[in-house]
């Protein structure tokens, strides 16, 4: 009776190595190389993670601001918007709901209409930001400044420098808007006295174009 025939795996492989010894020593050295790369990666990742670590205190802030440069000291988590009031002398702009939903604190960032609570100061580092501040010049106002206060569209007034940038932005990017793009423009505006209908009319009038004297629609129709 003949013996049985020895495990495959352990019969030699090119001389004294078993497949079995082959396979072992293979994925030992699979197992190594990866663990040498992730630990590679990680390790990268984790200086690169310290290079971005900033705060928790005050750290060196840089804003552009109306064409002036402040140099601020500021925590990290502070936002644009209390940058602006609380540590610049910009208190134009206004804070109402502090979670983007009114736009009285709207501002231009690179000529672009944001909300400025939902901005970090330290993000809003190498941008062009303007206020409701930096519009007139000179004691002269704007065309949208002027607008609004001849068609009466300030109420309260709170809201109107949110608007007025609002405003701004679209007539530089549609110098010609319809009473629909202004709406739709000013649509993350709120106005709690309810004048919306005349900042259509201002926006119009500062268009060049004639402010409708019926009823222009709300801002949100």
């Known amino acids: 009776m003949n013996a049985p025939d020895p495990n495959p795996d352990d019969a030699p492989l090119l001389g004294t190595h078993s497949r079995r010894a082959f396979l072992k020593g293979f994925g030992a050295i699979t197992i190594s190389a990866a ?5 590679a990666v990680a390790a990268e990742l984790e200086k690169l993670n310290a290079e971005k670590i900033v705060g928790p205190g005050p750290v060196p802030v840089t804003l ?15 936002t644009l918007l209390d940058a602006l009031r609380n540590v610049s002398t910009y208190t134009g702009t206004k804070e109402g709901c502090d ?67 609002a ?36 926006v119009l009038q500062a268009a060049g174009g004639a402010a409708d004297n019926g009823t222009p629609g709300d801002l949100h129709a």
């Open 35 to 39: 663990a040498s790369q992730t630990q």
């Open 64 to 78: 552009r601001v109306n064409g002036e440069t402040l140099s601020l000291s500021l925590e990290p988590r502070v």
């Open 99 to 165: 979670r983007a939903t009114c736009g009285a604190c709207t501002v231009l960032l690179d000529g672009a209409p944001i909300y400025s609570c939902q901005m970090l100061a330290i993000e809003a580092q190498g941008h062009a930001i303007t206020t409701v501040e930096g519009l007139a010049q000179d004691g002269k106002l704007t065309p949208v400044q002027k607008a609004f206060a001849e068609r009466d569209a300030t109420m309260c007034g709170y809201c109107t420098p949110g608007f007025v940038m």
């Open 167 to 202: 405003a701004t932005a679209l007539l530089k990017e549609n110098p010609h808007p319809t009473p629909a793009d202004v709406r739709r423009a000013c649509s993350g505006n709120l106005c709690r006295c309810g004048t919306q209908p005349r900042v259509v009319e201002a």
